[in-house]
């Protein structure tokens, strides 16, 4: 079985500042990895994903992520937040296509002007 | 590509009663799944559809839960004798199952208050 960890609950961050939050995953196989956004009173829309190959992925609004698999990691950052970043972002795994989503317990990120 | 929708959007309900919560996938996809997100955490995997047929039941779901999706297109969760901790936003999203495709389409969501 897998398992995800978002070691943060909360970030604040003031705007154009750098952000980093951090994804641990546990699972005895080869997983496929997400970070989704949740902005308030919206459905959760996909960041980024990493499939295979390049250990660093970019995604939508300028946020990137790296796969580590010694550490078995998968941190999200962006090098200058907007006040539109304020939202609940979580972190999945999936260890094969199209499988079910193991979630995170999401971060917070309160940008703050 | 009119997104993934979810029927009705907020379902108040008594303690006892039965609800029951219907998701429309985008067109092409032939999966759909079901999460349940309560506050503060993660979406937590339910069931999941590959066209009618269903794959995966999540063994924290009780017996009281159950989905259909009969013509491999709309599905319908279904929950019996309601209780105060079913109170949740119940999530579904689609996918296509060409390895290209591994993306997961979420919808609104329903959310459930029991009282």
């Known amino acids: 079985a897998q398992s995800v960890t978002q070691l943060d609950s909360q970030v604040p961050v003031f705007e154009e500042a750098p952000v980093e939050l951090r994804c641990n995953y546990s699972?005895?196989?080869?997983?496929?990895l997400f970070w989704y956004v949740q902005y308030p009173n919206q459905g959760l829309q996909l960041l980024l994903k990493?499939?295979?190959?390049?250990?660093l992925v970019k995604g939508i609004n300028g946020f990137e992520a790296e796969f580590n698999k010694s550490q078995t990691s998968f941190h999200l950052r962006k090098p200058s937040v907007h006040i539109s970043d304020t939202a609940e972002y979580f972190c999945?795994?999936?260890?094969?296509?199209?499988?079910?989503?193991?979630f995170g317990g999401g971060t917070r990120v309160l940008v703050k002007p | 590509d009119t997104g993934v929708s979810q029927d009705p959007r907020h379902k108040i309900t008594k303690r006892g009663q039965n609800v029951t919560f219907r998701c429309d996938p985008i067109?092409?996809?032939?999966?759909l799944y079901w999460y349940r997100q309560t506050l503060g955490q993660g979406p937590e995997f339910l069931t999941y559809?590959?066209?009618?047929?269903?794959?995966?039941k999540s063994r924290l779901l009780s017996d009281r839960f159950s989905a259909e999706r009969p013509k491999g297109s709309f599905s319908t969760l279904e929950i019996q004798r309601t209780e105060q901790g079913d109170s949740a936003m119940y999530l579904c999203?689609?996918?296509?199952?060409?390895?290209?495709?591994?993306?997961?389409?979420f919808g609104p969501g329903t959310r459930l208050t029991v009282l």
């Open positions: 559809f590959q066209n009618e047929a269903q794959l995966e």
């Open positions: 699972s005895s196989v080869s997983v496929y």
């Open positions: 999203a689609s996918g296509r199952t060409e390895r290209e495709w591994n993306e997961q389409f």
């Open positions: 990493y499939l295979s190959g390049s250990t």
């Open positions: 067109s092409e996809h032939n999966r």
């Open positions: 999945a795994v999936s260890k094969a296509a199209g499988n079910k989503l193991t």
